[in-house]
């Protein structure tokens, strides 16, 4: 994208607008998935990464308050903030980083490179620079991709007190032998480390951890896409009255950000039965999970369940210690039930960490896909349950229940069989899940048969604690 707005471009007008337009009344569960699959939801989601876009944001600073700020205008965000030097776990809270202006002049007083045209031209966390320089010491501090020459690299220092500009290479061959005035308008100072948390509570303490690095600066799919996605599900899922879980969603500095969090609440970390990092997830690509740790924990076995049923194509990935921060999440230290959700992976499409990884890449109904398929997820894991079997021995007489009326429909011998499924693996040690899995039926049927079943006092819920 050319179109770059200056990071004082006006947000609130298009953010009104939107707003105006979602629903708030409540909604059942049921409805979730409906609710995710309108044929409007990618163009919301869409939207708000538009007015993220241009936002310069870094690890820390007036950025990541700003992009907050924004998604505030959908679900009442927590902003926390955490002061540099701060110990976190092995690591210590860097200092803030702002940044008012940068640009590279050459002798006629034109801008050569310039912060304002996109906020990727500068390294991040550059130290604060004003000078002039002979070109030969200067491209010591200039970054490009020769292999794509019309892309801006995204490049920081944050741990390295140390200053840069990013540029096209082919801007690069156009510079001219000779000297050049440098600017970088910055201030690192003790400051804050600043993320957003939103908690919905259920009826039960077991959590759902969604987590979305907010980072960085001026690029969609890595990871704009998740924070919308996220944004958007949250907002959703608030209007779910009858919830049985509780969801947390975490808006964080990449590393540093997972770590401040794990760090401030490993009191109440065993409430987390499931989680994953959200990234990469607007992409044209099909879906990517990468399984937890432990692996084959209910999350992994709920995605894979989801991701069946989706109709998109995926790709199932075991754990790696590399990645987004579920490197952190599963440390083995705490070593969560937390996975990865993305479309096309990190470092699998070459506009990753570059200025090309921009609105074009979006597809509003890729980003519908991918809250429809956590809807799906969260439906999974909502109605999960192990149940006995109260009249185990033989088949019991469905007719004389009436069970058969109910069912009705033109595929009764299909939910015939979600119904005998259900019944034959309620034996108090398989969960609805289980018999999805075996019978390759949609969580959703099996669902609906359980409870039929349970309206005729057929099953009644195990006393078994699922996993
Ligand atoms: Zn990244």
Request: glycine share 8%; proline share 5%; hydrophobic share 35%.
């Amino acid at each position: 994208m050319n179109d770059f707005r200056s990071p004082a471009f006006d947000l609130l007008s298009s953010v009104t607008s939107q707003k105006e337009g979602l629903e708030t009344e409540s909604i059942e569960l049921t409805e979730l998935q409906h609710l995710c699959e309108r044929s409007n939801v990618g163009r919301e989601i869409f939207d708000l990464i538009v007015d993220l876009y241009p936002i310069c944001r870094s690890i820390t600073g007036d950025g990541i308050r700003q992009t907050l700020s924004v998604m505030t205008q959908f679900i009442p965000l927590q902003q926390h903030e955490v002061p540099s030097g701060t110990p976190v776990l092995d690591w210590t809270v860097p200092k803030e980083w702002n940044i008012r202006d940068a640009y590279v002049a050459n002798a006629r007083g034109e801008r050569v490179i310039d912060f304002q045209r996109n906020c990727l031209h500068v390294v991040g966390y550059s130290a604060p620079v004003n000078g002039r320089f002979h070109l030969n010491e200067l491209k010591k501090h200039l970054f490009t991709i020769p292999e794509h020459p019309d892309w801006i690299p995204f490049r920081y220092s944050y741990y390295d007190r140390n200053w840069g500009f990013c540029l096209a290479h082919r801007d690069l061959e156009k510079l001219e032998d000779g000297e050049y005035e440098v600017l970088i308008d910055s201030s690192l100072e003790d400051g804050l480390l600043t993320y957003g948390e939103y908690y919905l509570p259920g009826s039960s303490t077991d959590e759902l951890l969604i987590s979305a690095h907010i980072d960085h600066p001026a690029m969609c799919n890595d990871n704009l896409s998740g924070v919308a996605v996220a944004t958007l599900l949250a907002q959703y899922l608030s209007r779910v009255q009858n919830r049985r879980l509780s969801y947390r969603f975490i808006f964080i500095p990449t590393t540093i950000g997972s770590i401040t969090w794990l760090s401030r609440n490993e009191a109440t970390l065993d409430r987390i039965k499931y989680g994953f990092t959200l990234t990469c997830i607007g992409d044209n690509g099909g879906f990517t999970w990468k399984e937890t740790r432990r692996g084959g924990t209910e999350i992994d076995r709920a995605v894979k369940c989801a991701l069946r049923e989706s109709k998109e194509e995926y790709e199932l990935w075991g754990f790696t210690p590399f990645g987004f921060d579920e490197r952190q999440f599963c440390s083995p230290g705490f070593n969560l039930p937390v996975g990865s959700l993305f479309r096309t992976g990190p470092y699998r499409y070459p506009q990753n960490h570059t200025s090309a990884d921009d609105l074009t890449l979006m597809s509003p109904e890729k980003l519908a896909g991918s809250v429809a398929l956590i809807a799906r997820i969260v439906t999974i894991l909502e109605g999960n349950a192990s149940y006995f079997n109260t009249s185990p021995k033989g088949e019991p007489q469905l007719g004389k229940r009436g069970i058969y009326r109910k069912i009705g429909g033109p595929v009764i011998q299909q939910n015939l069989l979600h119904l005998f499924w259900v019944l034959n693996y309620s034996d108090g040690e398989h969960s609805l899940l289980d018999i999805a899995e075996m019978s390759q039926f949609a969580f959703s049927d099996l669902r609906k048969a359980a409870n039929i079943l349970l309206e005729q006092g057929l099953l009644v819920p195990s006393t078994q604690i699922l996993d």
